[in-house]
T-cell receptor
């Protein structure tokens, strides 16, 4: 099991463009969370998906949207890119526990987005 | 609102010395606390969680609800412990994580 995988590794865009980042969860995990990590800061929660629906959302504008597919993989879309969107975007997955609820999150390597 | 504070951005110790990375949190309920670690060129990975009460790689952390702290400790630091350490909390297991800004630990030979 490769664990959580993300693509692409690096991405360079210009202001105003749109970007799509992809994440495949660890085998057996049904929940995907996205985080933004700006340089020198801790990760900030963007949103979480399971059962193909957004379940929780952090303090990010509507320019940030996502999707989860039936195979549990997920996409993060960012529209109208700003310079301040330059960051490392992390995907984390977690499994559904037998009694309900979800277990610890496992992180992918991240996608480094640079907006020029 | 949830908040995690790691007061030290940088911490440097010598090999064999004790190390303590501080973490304070603010949350009105009973959160679950974690320490995540990121070694150079590797992904963020879970080091330990308070409900497990484990010692991982010689590290321990005790949740002090009175002081709202979750400090990470190791009695004898090793060079391979050099990494970025993040304290994080969640209100429900598997739910959104709130991270501190991290502490870069350097263990000198």
């Amino acid at each position: 099991d490769a664990g959580v995988t993300q693509s692409p590794t690096h991405l360079i865009k210009t202001r105003g463009q749109q970007v799509t980042l992809r994440c495949s969860p660890k085998s057996g995990h049904d929940t995907v969370s996205w985080y933004q990590q700006a340089l020198g800061q801790g990760p900030q929660f963007i949103f979480q998906y399971y059962e193909e629906e957004e379940r929780q959302r952090g303090n990010f504008p509507d320019r940030f949207s996502g999707h989860q597919f039936p195979n549990y993989s997920s996409e993060l879309n960012v529209n109208a890119l700003l310079l301040g969107d330059s960051a490392l975007y992390l995907c984390a997955s977690s499994p559904l526990l037998r009694g309900g609820g979800r277990d610890t999150q496992y992180f992918g390597p991240g996608t480094r987005l640079t907006v020029l | 609102a949830q908040r995690v504070t790691q007061p030290e951005k940088l911490l440097s110790v010598f090999k064999g010395a004790p190390v303590e990375l501080k973490c304070n949190y603010s949350y009105s309920g009973s959160p679950e606390l974690f320490w995540y670690v990121q070694y150079s060129r590797q992904r963020l990975q879970l080091l330990l969680r308070h409900i497990s009460r484990e010692s991982i790689k010689g590290f321990t952390a005790d949740l002090n609800k009175g002081e709202t702290s979750f400090h990470l400790k190791k009695p004898f630091a090793q060079e391979e412990d050099s990494a970025m350490y993040y304290c994080a909390l969640t209100e429900t297991s598997g739910s959104r994580l709130t991270f501190g800004e991290g502490t870069q630990l350097t263990v000198n030979p």
